[in-house]
């Protein structure tokens, strides 16, 4: 029985690439936290939350920071933010400045967030 099962599960990795961690690197890895409220890939619908996809990269950067340090003050931004260093921080801001910015609409309304 354990070694059906041990199959399916190793099956199961190779069935679903978003399993694997590696497709995308450490960089996708890292935004799994922020899936829930940023939408996959740093889209969602304009609101309250904003999207991420396609922001400039200085910018994120700059607002992940300043979440991190506690000069930006956000309900839960705050706390999440204060376990990552620079460097995760810069590879966040560089995986979602990539991501297009999608049909979803933007809810950028300052031209330094883009």
């Known amino acids: 029985m354990r070694?059906?099962?041990?199959?399916?599960?190793v099956?199961?990795?190779?069935?679903?690439?978003?399993v694997q961690g590696g497709?995308?690197?450490?960089?996708?890895m890292l935004t799994n936290g922020c899936i829930n409220c940023h939408g996959i890939e740093g889209q969602r619908p304009p609101g309250v939350v904003p999207s991420l996809a396609g922001?400039?990269?200085a910018y994120l950067y700059e607002t992940l920071t300043?979440?991190?340090?506690?000069?930006?003050?956000g309900?839960?931004?705050?706390?999440?933010?204060?376990e990552y260093d620079?460097?995760?921080?810069?590879q966040l801001a560089n995986y979602y400045s990539r991501?297009?910015?999608?049909?979803?609409?933007?809810?950028?309304?300052?031209?330094?967030?883009?």
């Open 86 to 90: 620079d460097q995760m921080l810069r």
């Open 66 to 73: 300043a979440y991190r340090d506690g000069t930006l003050k």
């Open 23 to 28: 497709n995308q690197g450490e960089p996708f």
């Open 3 to 9: 070694v059906v099962i041990g199959s399916l599960m």
């Open 55 to 57: 922001r400039s990269e």
């Open 99 to 114: 991501l297009p910015s999608g049909s979803l609409g933007s809810d950028c309304k300052d031209a330094s967030c883009r």
């Open 11 to 18: 099956g199961l990795a190779f069935a679903v690439p978003g």
């Open 75 to 82: 309900t839960i931004m705050n706390r999440v933010m204060r």
